[in-house]
């Protein structure tokens, strides 16, 4: 991931368009038209031999002319001149190029290589950043920059558009303009050679001119990259994506279960959710969002209040709140009170009708009564035209309410060209203004939803428990396995593996024949079920193949004989290696669930979880999600399910042992990650109920892993390094150095508290009493891939582990720079843990290739200043407008 040379793409102070023409129609000519219709400052040089002068301009005949190398390049030439282009763009010193050329990709250059890659060839050694190609452009309206073919600019605000698809682009374009709506930049993506998703995301988070950023995704290469971004800028604004493609097929060599029911679009859900995203489904939905995000405000709550001048409008935008998941407002009695004083028959619950003959003065008194009320964090207004009453009267009674409110008052104007003064004076108020009654409820629940995904991000999950599992052991079946040429495991042979993971299994026995049947069920002690070992069968059940309430040796051996009859009248073609006995887990009151996992072509391994039993493929009640998981993730995936109601107990039955469940699911995603050959899995069913859950049958699908590279990089996040763990000695005993895990939560605020004032304040620059929960999940809750925590720990006095000191490092997306901080516990200082900490981050930035580590600290911080110098940081003079000396260490 990069974002180097960004800012020239961004923010040009000079622009060359090469391929500038004056034939009408032509990329050239648009392009040249919209630089200059635009207004950019900047100084800007078409480039074209058949051209003197263009639109009064002097017109250069050759790139490797210009008086200077341009910080943008738009090029719009034909196909085979691109990558000669971008070569002497690179030597003049221009870095950062538009290709709106398409057709590179299937074009060849005398090398036999693809003018695409030619381009990158040409690009690479001067780091030039290329957009495109194919690429409908670039629009920057903040500095009056539209290097693109649509038709028109944008006025200028605070939201990013990113999408794959001109088209779409320039028709949100003129959507936009008729609303009202400004944009801080609007990308188009065309081909990704070079500048992708990921790119654009580091660079508008950290851009301090975008509140929201809104992307239109065709498809993903490379998720692992796109997911690191997305986690970080969903964290410090609103991020949306419309998903186009939303294909409903599965996988069709899928062996499992699991490998069929994950969908493609069911894990893009699941990864737009775990990034902290929010999810547009249609065109109307992101329009809905563009206008939300334009104007709403932060969202303290999620009760929505609803009022308007007619009971159809009003009982459509309840219904929709009800259907998409929303909560009405509950009033208080005041509340009521004084909305009873405007509407006497109101009947004091449920969406407020003002009546159609509502003058602007009640709308005004309703609204200001509703925003009042504590229950209330937002307010729907839904007006139909009436001849009666001017829209545009009540628009302007309610713009002073909206402007001083700190909640949300979101307008819907039903009607066109009525009602197009007030949807105008709303907006100037900062009211988000909507069409219709469904589409302004689904503007309010995106707000509910991103603050749902946000939320979610910053729970602390609970331990599953100190045990770890036998991973060497489930590696080595693994391994045994495929050096058998076994693919698809059988049920003891999964189960095993499971087991090394702390997985609950029924206990089960393979039989070759029906007396060894016999003996195992000895074994494990009647009741038994007897089911046939075949590779050949997915569904046993099919086939005859398993018989239940076996008591006796002699009920084993027949139901075995009769099951190897069976099979060959049904299925001769099937090979028979023996049988299956397993102990009886018979419970009525137990829930049969699946739990699984598959490989998604794009997000690699996913964790599924869902109602199971032999209707499992019917029922279609199942969620995705990416691991790893935590119990805070699992018990996320589990709630997105219907069965999860059943789960949670009903009449006469106790709700099952969800603790049990969650940790089952945990494993699952520890296991997938660190067992690369698994490519499917089916755990179906796992039985559960409130003393546990316990996994009934089993299957699994292995391959040899791409040993390429790491392992690691199939996983679209990636997970807990435990290769970074380190015991080292410390005070007579023993010291745990380890990357800090999201289970950490409680400890680090012990730790926390037991900081001086002083210590706090040399650590954050001010002083703070208490950790809010955001800022103990972005302490605890870090990107693997972009930074890294060390924590020095060992178990407390009680058992409990404690942390006693912390070493922070987070990298540029370029891995140049990596700033570091370090704290220790007041009480442990001077004791070496600093010197530790800091060894172990500078050593893990080495590991990495960073180019340098940096810090900064109070002048005061003497024992800091001191620390870096001893390790050989430059230490620089006080910094007069920042109040800090810096300090650096070349690595590289």
């Known amino acids: 991931m990069s974002v180097r040379n960004l800012r020239q793409l961004f923010a040009p102070k000079s622009v060359a368009l090469v391929g500038a023409s004056e034939r009408p129609g032509s990329v050239g000519a648009t392009v040249l038209r919209n630089l200059l219709d635009g207004g950019f400052a900047g100084m800007l040089y078409p480039v074209n031999p058949k051209y003197d002068i263009l639109a009064g301009r002097e017109v250069w005949h050759?790139?490797?002319?210009?008086?200077?190398?341009?910080?943008?390049?738009?090029?719009?030439?034909?196909?085979?001149?691109?990558p000669?282009?971008?070569?002497?763009?690179?030597?003049?010193?221009?870095?950062?190029?538009?290709?709106?050329?398409?057709?590179?990709?299937?074009?060849?250059?005398q090398r036999g290589r693809s003018l695409r890659q030619a381009m990158l060839d040409a690009a690479n050694p001067y780091l030039l950043r290329i957009l495109g190609p194919n690429s409908f452009g670039l629009l920057a309206p903040g500095i009056g920059l539209n290097a693109s073919i649509a038709e028109g600019g944008a006025a200028k605000g605070r939201i990013a558009f990113v999408s794959e698809s001109g088209a779409l682009m320039t028709g949100v374009l003129d959507w936009a303009r008729t609303r009202g709506i400004g944009f801080s930049s609007f990308i188009s993506l065309g081909d990704s050679a070079d500048v992708d998703f990921g790119d654009l995301l580091d660079y508008l988070a950290s851009d301090p001119g975008t509140g929201a950023i809104l992307l239109h995704?065709?498809?993903?290469?490379?998720?692992?990259?796109?997911?690191?971004?997305?986690?970080?800028?969903?964290?410090?604004?609103?991020?949306?994506m419309l998903k186009a493609g939303r294909s409903l097929e599965s996988a069709s060599a899928a062996a499992c279960l699991s490998g069929v029911l994950a969908r493609p679009d069911d894990v893009y859900d699941a990864a737009i959710r775990r990034a902290g995203m929010l999810r547009a489904y249609t065109t109307g939905q992101l329009f809905a969002a563009v206008e939300t995000l334009a104007r709403a405000k932060p969202l303290y709550g999620e009760h929505l209040a609803i009022l308007g001048n007619g009971a159809g409008p009003v009982?459509?935008?309840?219904?929709?709140?009800?259907?998409?998941?929303?909560?009405?407002?509950?009033?208080?009695?005041?509340?009521?009170?004084?909305?009873?004083?405007?509407?006497?028959?109101?009947?004091?619950?449920?969406?407020?009708?003002?009546?159609?003959?509502?003058?602007?003065?009640?709308?005004?008194d309703a609204v200001e009564v509703l925003l009042k009320d504590p229950d209330v964090n937002a307010v729907l207004m839904i007006h139909a035209p009436n001849a009666v009453v001017d829209p545009a009267d009540v628009a302007r009674a309610l713009a002073p309410l909206a402007r001083q409110s700190s909640r949300n008052v979101l307008a819907c104007w039903l009607g066109g060209q009525g009602v197009t003064q007030a949807r105008t004076i709303a907006s100037e108020a900062g009211m988000p203004a909507y069409r219709t009654p469904e589409e302004a409820v689904n503007g309010f629940l995106q707000i509910v939803n991103y603050r749902h995904n946000q939320h979610l991000l910053m729970e602390v999950p609970a331990s599953v428990g100190d045990g770890e599992p036998d991973r060497e052991r489930a590696r080595?079946?693994?391994?045994?396995?495929?050096?058998?040429?076994?693919?698809?495991?059988?049920?003891?042979?999964?189960?095993?593996?499971?087991g090394a993971y702390g997985i609950p299994v029924v206990p089960t026995r393979a039989a070759a024949t029906p007396q060894e049947a016999v003996q195992a069920a000895h074994e494990i002690g009647f009741p038994v079920a007897v089911k046939i070992l075949s590779p050949d069968v997915a569904q046993k059940t099919d086939v005859g193949g398993v018989t239940l309430d076996l008591d006796s040796s002699a009920a084993v051996q027949a139901a075995a004989e009769r099951m190897r009859r069976r099979l060959t009248e049904l299925r001769p073609d099937a090979r028979l290696e023996g049988f299956i006995v397993q102990a009886m887990a018979r419970n009525p009151e137990a829930h049969e669930l699946i739990a699984g996992a598959a490989t998604d072509p794009v997000f690699g391994p996913v964790i599924l979880f869902g109602q199971g039993g032999l209707?499992?493929?019917?029922?279609?009640?199942?969620?995705?999600?990416?691991?790893?998981?935590?119990?805070?993730?699992?018990?996320?995936?589990?709630?997105?399910?219907?069965?999860?109601?059943?789960?949670?107990?009903?009449?006469?039955?106790p709700a099952a042992n969800m603790d049990a469940i969650l940790a089952v699911l945990v494993q699952v995603g520890r296991l997938v990650a660190e067992v690369p050959e698994i490519v499917e899995l089916d755990i179906n069913p796992l039985l559960a109920d409130s003393r546990g859950a316990v996994v009934l049958d089993a299957r699994m699908r292995i391959a040899m892993a791409d040993r390429s590279g790491s392992t690691l990089d199939r996983l679209a996040i990636r997970p807990y390094p435990a290769e970074l763990e380190e015991l080292v000695d410390w005070q007579d005993g023993k010291l745990l150095l380890r990357p800090i895990r999201p289970e950490d939560g409680a400890a680090h605020v012990t730790f926390f508290n037991a900081l001086t004032p002083d210590d706090v304040r040399y650590r954050m620059f001010v002083r703070v009493r208490e950790l809010q929960p955001a800022q103990l999940a972005r302490f605890t809750q870090i990107d693997y891939d972009r930074e890294m925590a060390f924590i020095a720990t060992r178990p407390g006095p009680d058992g409990v582990a404690e942390t006693l000191a912390v070493g922070r490092v987070v990298a540029d997306p370029d891995n140049v720079s990596a700033e570091f901080a370090v704290t220790v516990r007041s009480d442990l200082k001077g004791k070496g843990l600093g010197v530790m900490l800091m060894n172990k981050l500078i050593a893990y930035c080495r590991a990495r290739g960073t180019r340098e580590i940096v810090g900064e600290a109070l002048p005061q911080n003497a024992p800091v200043i001191g620390l870096v110098k001893k390790l050989g940081f430059t230490v620089g003079p006080v910094d007069e407008e920042e109040g800090v000396r810096k300090f650096w260490l070349t690595l590289r």
């Open 84 to 109: 000669g282009i971008v070569r002497t763009l690179g030597e003049l010193g221009t870095r950062a190029a538009i290709v709106m050329t398409a057709g590179l990709s299937s074009a060849r250059d």
């Open 217 to 240: 995704v065709e498809s993903l290469r490379y998720a692992r990259k796109f997911m690191s971004a997305a986690r970080a800028a969903a964290r410090s604004k609103p991020t949306l």
């Open 62 to 82: 050759d790139v490797g002319k210009l008086p200077q190398a341009p910080e943008l390049a738009i090029i719009c030439t034909p196909p085979s001149t691109i």
């Open 476 to 498: 080595r079946l693994v391994r045994e396995a495929l050096q058998k040429g076994h693919y698809l495991l059988s049920d003891p042979e999964t189960k095993a593996i499971l």
């Open 315 to 364: 009982i459509l935008a309840g219904d929709a709140l009800q259907y998409g998941g929303g909560t009405q407002a509950r009033l208080g009695e005041d509340t009521v009170a004084r909305l009873r004083e405007l509407v006497p028959e109101w009947s004091g619950s449920g969406p407020l009708n003002l009546r159609g003959d509502a003058p602007p003065e009640r709308y005004r």
């Open 615 to 653: 209707a499992v493929s019917v029922t279609a009640d199942h969620a995705v999600a990416l691991p790893p998981l935590n119990t805070v993730l699992a018990r996320d995936l589990v709630n997105r399910t219907r069965v999860a109601r059943q789960l949670a107990g009903y009449r006469n039955h």
